[in-house]
């Protein structure tokens, strides 16, 4: 094991060669480390300060090769926007596994480490200010509790990259329990064998899941518990108000874990329509259609496991349907927990859905934000000068202080449920960019490093998290984010 404390394997590799291609990172000038998650490192059993030396920084940037690395690029397919293409890697090398005491395995992954032969005539590299975002975001989403892949670090190469202007070229080192995706089982029944796909599924199997060996059929197994996951996932993202702006059947994964965080956002206002990307034209992957767009994607997965899940017929297709079919109750059943834990709600009643749905609607028509408004019920804190002070808000509220009642909890109860349950602070758009804005053109770091102390526990309702609470004083409604991931 290295000083470090790298214990890399690459298991990938025993898969068929038509999922990967061997590929080192290109070199590059002049590796500076910006950000380094030492609590992740620590959690990893890494040495965050031999981590941040001149070897350490030199593996971070792709110059040098951990012991045991094996690096690869992925390939892939996906819908991108409803349109299948083949894709891959472009950016990414996947050096290994790194393996903990206890057997557990994560990916890691450095993105912008230069050309792959998926690259599609792109340099593979990545600028400063998207890699900044993907961690900021990423650690946002751990943070709140969402399943997601993880930052370990980002540095900057020394080198310049051009886009529309020069950039500061940057790579970031990506932790994820793996990089398997919708997108990978589509590229394999498109271009592969059945035997092709038949090692997918089992690799995909032995990796994520237990029960497997036990089941009837552990194809369909594959789909269930995919579906199960992605559901709690992605009710996990309503929940906090997260629009992931490109949920691509590439973006998502077999794990359950958010990934890929280009042109995304936290909605301030609630409202429905919300859309951040700048290439999302019809709002495809607006903040209320991405339930609907993850059983979009699930069939899709379905699809590929048709030919291993049985004869391909009309019985195979009925039971795949009935699989993604109950992707919506999970996701209801997950969605309807979160949101009466949100109202400090910890049994349920018929009327319950009723409840929620009539204070979404007046959050709604005042155009109330969404993570404030919990908190502000959290906190019994209401300005009578706002929307609080309405007739309709207060009709509302005594239903709720009623359905309270029957509750066999005290005041405290209620209100530390509440608190577990809405976030105190998110990753507002003004200060995010901010952060950005200030590492990338002034070279200050601390703006981020004060945004990510206290997002690390958005629960804490803590005085330092004061500052971060409120929306931007204009609206950022028209507020545009792009693919720079």
């Known amino acids: 094991m290295s000083q470090i404390g790298w214990n890399l394997e690459q298991t990938y590799t025993e898969l068929p060669e038509l999922f990967y ?19 992740l490192a620590q959690q990893l059993g890494l040495e965050p300060y031999v981590l941040q ?13 951990p012991e045991g690395a094996d690096p690869i690029a992925q390939a892939y397919g996906g819908h991108q926007f409803g349109n299948f293409t083949m894709l891959g890697d472009g950016r990414a090398h996947l050096l290994g596994e790194h ?37 900021m975001i990423s650690e946002a989403l751990h943070g709140l509790g969402v399943p997601t ?5 980002v540095t900057i190469t020394g080198e310049a990259i051009q886009r ?20 990978t089982f589509q590229y394999a029944r498109q271009f592969g064998s059945y035997d092709d796909l038949k090692a997918l599924a089992d690799y995909a199997l032995e990796r994520h899941f237990t029960g497997y060996e036990e089941a009837d059929n552990r194809y369909l197994f594959l789909l269930h518990e995919v579906v199960k996951r992605q559901a709690k996932t992605i009710s996990q993202w309503q929940l906090v108000g997260f629009v992931h702006g490109v949920m691509n059947t590439d973006n998502m994964t077999i794990s359950g874990e958010s990934i890929d965080y280009g042109p995304c956002a936290f909605m301030n206002t609630y409202n429905q329509e919300t859309v951040f990307s700048s290439i999302d034209f019809y709002g495809r992957y607006k903040y209320g259609n991405q339930p609907k767009i993850a059983a979009w994607n699930l069939a899709r997965f379905a699809e590929t496991l048709l030919l291993l899940i049985g004869d391909e017929d009309d019985e195979t297709l009925r039971k795949a349907e009935g699989v993604v079919h109950q992707f919506f109750d999970y996701y209801h ?61 207060k009709a509302w509220y005594q239903k709720w202080q009623s359905r309270l009642e029957s509750e066999e909890a005290t005041k405290e109860q209620i209100e ?15 200060q995010v960019e901010a952060a950005i804005q200030a590492a990338d053109e002034e070279g200050d770091l601390s703006v981020m490093d004060d945004l990510l102390r206290v997002l690390a526990d958005p629960y804490a309702y803590s005085e330092a998290q004061e500052a971060y609470v409120d929306p931007p004083e204009e609206s950022d409604d028209d507020y545009v984010t792009y693919c720079g991931t």
Request: glycine share 10%; proline share 5%.
């Open 21 to 39: 291609s061997h590929v080192e990172p290109n070199p590059v000038k002049d590796p500076q480390l910006v950000f380094l998650n030492g609590n």
């Open 53 to 65: 030396s001149d070897e350490g920084v030199q593996q971070l940037a792709g110059n040098v090769l």
């Open 99 to 135: 393996v903990l005491s206890d057997g557990s395995r994560y990916d890691i992954q450095l993105k912008g480490a230069g050309a792959t032969p998926y690259s599609r005539g792109g340099d593979g590299r990545a600028a400063l200010g998207p890699m900044l975002r993907e961690y």
């Open 149 to 153: 892949n993880r930052s370990l670090a």
């Open 164 to 183: 529309d202007a020069p950039e500061i070229g940057a790579v970031l080192t990506r932790v994820a329990n793996s990089h398997i995706r919708v997108g």
């Open 333 to 393: 059943d997950e969605w309807m927990k979160g949101m009466r834990l949100k109202l400090g709600l910890q049994t349920s009643q018929a009327d319950d859905e009723t409840l929620i749905d009539e204070l979404l609607t007046l959050m709604k028509e005042n155009e109330a934000d969404f993570t404030n408004t919990f908190r502000d019920l959290t906190l019994g804190k209401f300005d009578e000068s706002t929307w609080f002070g309405t007739e309709d808000f």
């Open 416 to 430: 530390a449920v509440m608190k577990r349950a809405n976030p105190s602070v998110i990753p507002r758009n003004h």
